[in-house]
């Protein structure tokens, strides 16, 4: 049975991981290696792949290390040339950003369980979203909250200031009565403080345009 493909999130992970370990450390039998595959396991994303004992298994984790080994230009080890475009973008991400990548993991770590149901929906926003999807859907959460969503939007009404914190646009200024009352709410707490069971402040949030909301998202690659 093919195995599904990897994603961002699962990469993320383990390159986490080929660092603390090192390439010349990189087998099936190292113990972080095996850690790493029940970890991969247990992840929402592949729900209905865990009872394959195929799926992320050491062998699996050791062969994508490989191609870690592989891209990676401070060893002479040569690796496996297998990695393909998401990995070489993790990799492309991360390499030189190895304090941040490791802030990237144990946040992914920390906010599970989710405190809501993982989807596979595709996003239009999560192609530019570099920490995975999994925290961009946590994210999206928060800022979807209907009872802190409703709150700031009450309190900036209240005030007249129902236009983008950054622009300065005003969608009833705009488009009239259709604009009335609409702007988006972007949550400011970086994604590597997120756990489970964080306390969301509505000092946290900006009320922002939709374009301006799209750009706080996207990152230099």
């Known amino acids: 049975m093919r195995q599904p493909n990897w994603t961002m999130d699962e990469f993320i992970i383990a390159l986490d991981v080929y660092f603390r370990i090192g390439p010349d450390q990189v087998n099936k039998n190292n113990p972080s290696v095996i850690e790493l595959s029940k970890f991969l396991r247990s992840l ?3 729900r209905y ?22 891209l990676d230009k401070s060893t ?15 990799w492309s991400d991360f390499c030189d ?24 929906l595709p996003d ?9 999807t999994i925290l961009y859907q946590f994210h999206k959460y928060i800022e979807c909250n209907a009872t802190t969503v409703n709150r700031l939007l009450r309190n900036a009404k209240s005030q007249g ?17 259709i604009g009335k009352g609409f702007i988006e709410c972007h949550h400011t707490l970086p994604v590597t403080r997120y756990t489970k069971d964080m ?5 946290d949030f900006w009320l922002v345009c939709s374009n301006c909301h799209r750009m706080l998202h996207r990152r230099e690659r």
């Open 44 to 46: 929402p994303i592949h």
């Open 161 to 177: 200031t129902l236009s983008c914190s950054i622009c300065g646009f005003n969608f009833f200024d705009a488009y009239g009565k």
């Open 97 to 120: 950003h190895q304090k941040y990548l490791h802030e990237v993991a144990e946040a992914i770590r920390n906010c599970l369980p989710l405190p809501f149901e993982y989807s596979h």
């Open 124 to 132: 239009i926003d999560q192609n530019d979203f570099m920490e995975g």
């Open 199 to 203: 306390r969301v402040s509505e000092n």
């Open 49 to 70: 792949e865990r009872n394959n004992n195929v799926f992320r298994n050491p062998d699996g984790i050791a062969m994508q290390l490989q191609n870690f080994v592989a």
């Open 76 to 90: 002479p080890r040569k690796g496996l040339p297998n990695s393909g475009k998401i990995q070489k973008q993790v």
